[in-house]
């Protein structure tokens, strides 16, 4: 099996999105993570799932270590994902993998989706060491040249990992609370404080907040400090690692709660302004999230048409049984619109990175839609998955456990959906984000929609602060899905053109008529469900007579 091969949509997205170069340099790349993600990858991440990593703190003779030991399955998929295919490299130096420049997030985030399908846990480390990198690069890029160049590294014997400590025990979503103290010493600072959720404890750089002497109260008096896992002279650093958290998932890596006890660290960028430096880490890390539930989707996807398809019940495959066909509808067409609008905020990113302003302002506004309404979809999407294999799914020999058990995960890390649907709010309310994404999406197919979807946003503004915040959520969630919805329409018009094949245009129509109306029954798509599941052919003519017809009611709807 080879997991790009089996994927009907992601092929098709990188031959639009991609320039011709970048499409060709890519394809051996996806061929081969593909089928290690299927194989070696998929059996080295359940070992490291079933054998957790372990805090050793004390050496033999008394001397306090904090070590952690980890399984080999787990250094085996890291040395895929950083070694290997330099996935936290890429964005970050030229030459990897033969391009000539970094390379576009939107090839990071393909291989990403590719691998995640078979170890989710390691993305955790894995991205905070690409936003690690990203945020020397972006704030303080001469201090620290040489830890960009470690955290960028494929080399084993040189490359560094990162990590993000920000959540303390009184204060995670209200980051303004933090109390850990920073010291000036003239050539360093030491920090004491206590982090409650520190993932990749154990790694060779981590940036963190702390409280700035005389920089005032909240937010604006924190600094970002890069605390070294080693001091100058090559000694441990005052790190304790105080105990390892007992994770629902992501059980193959680490995630602990740290004293900082006068811990050496260095100031990054502008004091003043460090929260403002560790947001634009965790905007990346939050795109990373809706990154990692869409390929959760697809795996569950695939898992329900691998076992529907085999497992017959009253003399016929489930596959071909009527509500079968109708349970299975929505997640293909999810996992699908899903993966569309990763790429799309990807390839905005890349964009943004290269100084579009527009660029800039889209990404700010996708990344919170698709980590609210992706991450929340993955745990549904996981949990039908399970209950499609039937008792087998709720038996940890079979993946469904842990993809059901990663997927809450997403909703959870980097903000909860409350706190990401009220980041949508505060888009709003400052740079008009819905006015910015009916400007970019409501030309085409769906214009009329995007009109009344604006209108909404702007009627939602002018409520009282309380009621916009309960509100908010499921105005977020409609954005989304109109945004998945316009690229799917989108992608249709391409593949037709480039092909001649109405799948595409099929799966919008579901996803359209789904999302309408969560009931419906898009006879044409589940009709043509194998053509859906696998990428094979549907007739244009026949999907655009259907469309057609749907067409007429959209507009009688608006």
Known sequence: MNYADRDPALRPLLDRILSAEDRARVEPLLTELGELAAGELDRQATLADANPPKLRQYAPDGERIDEIEYHPA??????????????????HRPGVHGWP?????????ALSYLYVQAEFGMACPLSMTDSAARILRLFDPERYADEIAALSSTDPQLRATGAMFMTERQGGTDVGLTETIATDHGT?????????????????????????????PGTRGLGMFLVPRLRPDGSRNAVRIDRLKDKLGSRSIASGEVTLDEAYATPVGELGRGFRQMVEMVNVSRLSNAMRATALMRRAVRESIDHTRTREVFGQPLFEQPLMRATLLPLIVDAEAALGLVLEAAARLTAADEGSTAARDLVRVLTPLAKYTLCKRARTVTGEAMEIRGGNGYIEDWVNPRL???????????????????????????????????????????????????????????????????????YADELTRAVMATLLFEQAEYEAGATGNGRKLLVAHAHLALMDDPDALPRTALDHLDELADGGRVPLALVRETVAQSDAKEAARV
């Open 188 to 216: 360093h600072w030491t920090l004491t404080g206590k982090k409650w959720f520190a993932s990749n404890p154990g790694a060779d750089v981590i940036l963190t907040l702390a409280r700035v002497p005389g920089q005032g």
């Open 101 to 109: 420049t970094t390379i576009p997030h939107t090839v990071k985030y």
């Open 404 to 474: 059901l058990r990663d997927a809450h995960l997403g909703s959870i890390w980097e903000g909860s959906s409350n706190v990401i649907a009220l980041d949508v709010l505060r888009c709003m309310r400052r740079q008009g984000a819905h006015h910015t994404l009916a400007g970019t999406y409501g030309t085409g197919h769906l214009a009329d929609r995007w009109k009344a979807l604006r209108d909404k946003g702007d009627r939602l503004l002018e409520l009282p602060e309380a009621e916009q915040e309960m509100r908010i959520g499921r």
């Open 74 to 91: 787990h250094d085996r998929v890291a040395s895929i994902a950083y070694e290997r295919f330099g996935l936290a490299a890429m964005s």
